[in-house]
């Protein structure tokens, strides 16, 4: 299986400061149709899991433009501008290219404010 | 709006079964496909399996084949998992997400989650 390895596992920022979010797969996440299928995700404390980007880069609807993906590849990151406090929380890195066997999550990187 | 309604919380013994329940609304039920993602307590996020509502293929996590059933009733639109023979590490807060219909890899709406607690 695909394995996804995220880093940090904690993120202590000061609001209004960037933050960075890396997340490498052991395989190549380029489909056979040309699509690159990684997602994040952002979990706050007591919620359901809510998609933040979409194939590397693609903001959700309604996701603030302070959130940024990139990367290709096996690389990947996802940035936030400018740190909020409602930012606080989990995010996961998912990949869905190599299915057969199926999605794989990161390991997740907790946010916090200093 | 695209809502996923969970069932209730569960508490069951080791070696019985549990059903989930996930009822959508706010699009076409049958246009799209249903992953299932458990958390432990503490712990990530675990993909589990996917069902198309459009056709009705299914795919399972290799460690969950044999114990896992995933189902949709396209005249409720509701989608449901089953796990059997429950051990104590399967007590998770359990999602349903929206997926693609013909692939696992969308997760763009997420249930509330449901808690089963597996405890003698």
């Known amino acids: 299986d695909v394995v996804m390895t995220q880093s940090p596992l904690s993120l202590p920022v000061t609001l209004g400061q960037p933050a960075s979010i890396s997340c490498r797969s052991s395989?190549?996440?380029?489909?056979?149709?040309?699509?690159?299928?990684l997602n994040w995700f952002q979990q706050r404390p007591g919620q359901s899991p809510r998609r933040l980007i979409y194939?590397?880069?693609n903001r959700d609807s309604g996701v603030p433009d302070r959130f940024s993906g990139s990367g290709s590849g096996t690389d990947f990151t996802l940035k936030i501008s400018r740190v909020e406090a409602e930012d606080v929380g989990v995010y996961y890195c998912?990949?869905?290219?190599?299915?057969?066997?199926?999605?794989?999550f990161g390991g997740g990187t907790k946010v916090e404010i200093k | 709006q695209v809502q996923l309604v969970q069932s209730g919380a569960e508490v069951k013994k080791p070696g019985a079964s549990v059903k989930v329940s996930c009822k959508a609304s706010?699009?076409?039920?049958?246009?799209?496909?249903i992953s299932w993602v458990r958390q432990a307590p503490g712990q990530g996020l675990e993909w589990m399996g996917w069902?198309?509502?459009?056709?009705?293929?299914?795919n399972y996590a290799q460690k969950l084949q044999g114990r896992v059933t995933m189902t949709t009733d396209t005249s409720t639109s509701t989608a449901y998992m089953e796990l059997r023979s429950l051990r104590s590490d399967d007590t998770a807060v359990y999602y349903c997400?929206?997926?693609?219909?013909?692939?696992?890899?969308?997760?763009?709406?997420w249930g509330q989650g449901t808690l089963v607690t597996v405890s003698s």
């Open positions: 997400a929206r997926d693609s219909w013909n692939d696992p890899s969308d997760l763009d709406y």
């Open positions: 706010g699009y076409t039920f049958t246009s799209y496909g």
């Open positions: 069902i198309s509502a459009y056709n009705g293929n299914t």
């Open positions: 395989q190549s996440l380029v489909y056979s149709d040309g699509n690159t299928y």
């Open positions: 194939k590397v880069s």
């Open positions: 998912m990949q869905g290219t190599h299915w057969p066997p199926g999605l794989t």
